[in-house]
Structures are given as structure tokens and as C-alpha cells.
């Protein structure tokens, strides 16, 4: 098992997203703390809005369902797999992990 740094938790915003750059992909970090997980990461790309602002985007849930709203149109996301909830769409889901203050990609 290969772990790539992205950034530190530090860099991170607590119940919100930020962009980072991984293999030359934009991909959303939501880094919420008080949950199992703790930290998400998927695609930044709209599929509908046609733009990169995932991390943008507004953090709930629809059950037990951790989601994103896209800031565009409002299209719900689950954070765990990605699939849009509203339509026949999914963003792509990134393995991440915290490990110590380091967030890394895990592979």
C-alpha cells in the first residue's frame, strides 16, 4: 500500500470543502471531523453545471447518507460513493485517509 501526502488537516477547513490538485485531477476534500470517516473526497467537476466547483458545495445528509449539494443547479452527491441522488450521474470517489496530520491518498 503506496499513501501520497496531499496536504495536512491544518490546510483543511472543518465542515466545508477545498480543492486540491491529485495526478493533475481537481478533486473536493470534505473534511469533516466529528464523523466516523472524517475525511471525502470526490471529483471536483459538476457534471451538470459544466464546472469545477464541488468544493463549493453545501455539506448534508439525506438520512443516514452524507451528501453535497452542487452550488450550480442543487444536485446531491453521496460522499461515500459519489452517485448523484437526484439523477443518473456519479462523481468519481478518492480512497483518503488522515494519517497522524497528514491527509494522503491511499493506493
Do not use: H, P, W, Y
Given at each position: 500500500m503506496t499513501n501520497n501526502v496531499i496536504c495536512q488537516t491544518r490546510?483543511?477547513?472543518?465542515?466545508?470543502?477545498?480543492?486540491?490538485l491529485i495526478n493533475n485531477e481537481q478533486v473536493a476534500l470534505f473534511y469533516l471531523p466529528n464523523t466516523e470517516q472524517k475525511i471525502f473526497a470526490v471529483g471536483n467537476w459538476d457534471p451538470?453545471?459544466?464546472?469545477?466547483?464541488?468544493?463549493?458545495?453545501?455539506?448534508?445528509?439525506i438520512g443516514d447518507e452524507l451528501v453535497v449539494f452542487s452550488p450550480l443547479y442543487k444536485q446531491r452527491f453521496s460522499l461515500?460513493?459519489?452517485?448523484?441522488?437526484?439523477?443518473?450521474?456519479?462523481l468519481p470517489t478518492y480512497n483518503v485517509?488522515?494519517?497522524?496530520d497528514d491527509v494522503v491518498l491511499v493506493s
Open positions: 490546510d483543511l477547513v472543518e465542515n466545508s470543502g477545498v480543492c486540491a451538470f453545471g459544466k464546472a469545477n466547483v464541488m468544493s463549493r458545495g453545501l455539506i448534508g445528509s461515500a460513493t459519489g452517485q448523484c441522488l437526484d439523477e443518473d450521474a456519479a485517509a488522515i494519517e497522524n
